[in-house]
């Protein structure tokens, strides 16, 4: 069985400071990592996936297979980052499967 | 030009009543999706079609039936709803192995 876990619910952040926002799966597989994004009142969004290894809005994301996580950071946190943040793990067996953490809520305080 | 449309956004009813949500999508994907997104804002997949072809039903009740009648709808109908089934229903579509495009979600609100 796949699984995401998002061990914080909420999470806040002064503006300007590092943030990090954690994410560890299981999976017996091969999996493709994904972050996706929800701002205020607009849709889910694609952020990042690992296998694109590009930053988005400054946000980078690291699979590190011996550890099982994909954590979100970005050096310096901007007040337009506060949404709520959702890890996803998709299998390879093609049936596209698409599993989401709980979901992190980031604040950045101004 | 919206990519994924859902209908309607709001939805309040009574126990017992049956209702459907349609989805619509204009980017030309083969796959499309239901989500489910409780009042702790876990989001869990209820069913995935593929070229109007059911391929993934995560035991989900069978008063919930999807029903795809070409690639680009793929509509929800709930039989005698629940208190529980209270929650936003999100529509997503995508490419095989491509990024999740997704609707507004539509808020469902049993009485």
């Known amino acids: 069985a796949q699984r995401v876990t998002q061990p914080e619910k909420l999470l806040s952040v002064f503006k300007g400071a590092p943030v990090e926002l954690k994410c560890n799966y299981s999976?017996?597989?091969?999996?493709?990592l994904f972050w996706y994004v929800q701002y205020s009142r607009q849709r889910l969004q694609l952020l990042l996936r690992h296998i694109s290894r590009e930053s988005i809005k400054g946000f980078t994301a690291d699979l590190n297979k011996g550890e099982t996580s994909f954590h979100l950071k970005k050096p310096f946190a901007q007040e337009e980052d506060s949404a709520m943040y959702y890890c996803?793990?998709?299998?390879?067996?093609?049936?596209?499967?698409?599993?989401f953490g709980t979901g992190t809520r980031l604040t950045i305080i101004p | 030009d919206t990519a994924v449309s859902q209908t309607p956004k709001y939805l309040v009813t009574q126990m017992g009543n049956d209702k459907s949500i349609k989805c619509e999508q204009n980017?030309?994907?083969?796959?499309m999706y239901w989500y489910k997104q409780d009042s702790k804002k876990f989001l869990k997949i209820m069913f995935s079609y593929n070229n109007k072809e059911l391929i993934i039903n995560e035991t989900v009740p069978n008063r919930f039936s999807p029903k795809s009648p070409d690639k680009a709808h793929l509509n929800l109908h709930i039989n005698s709803l629940e208190l529980g089934d209270s929650a936003v229903y999100f529509c997503?579509?995508?490419?095989?192995?491509?990024?999740?495009?997704f609707g507004e979600g539509s808020r469902l609100t049993v009485l």
């Open positions: 980017l030309g994907h083969d796959t």
């Open positions: 999976y017996s597989g091969s999996p493709e």
């Open positions: 997503a579509s995508s490419h095989v192995a491509g990024e999740l495009f």
């Open positions: 996803a793990l998709r299998n390879n067996f093609g049936n596209e499967k698409l599993t």
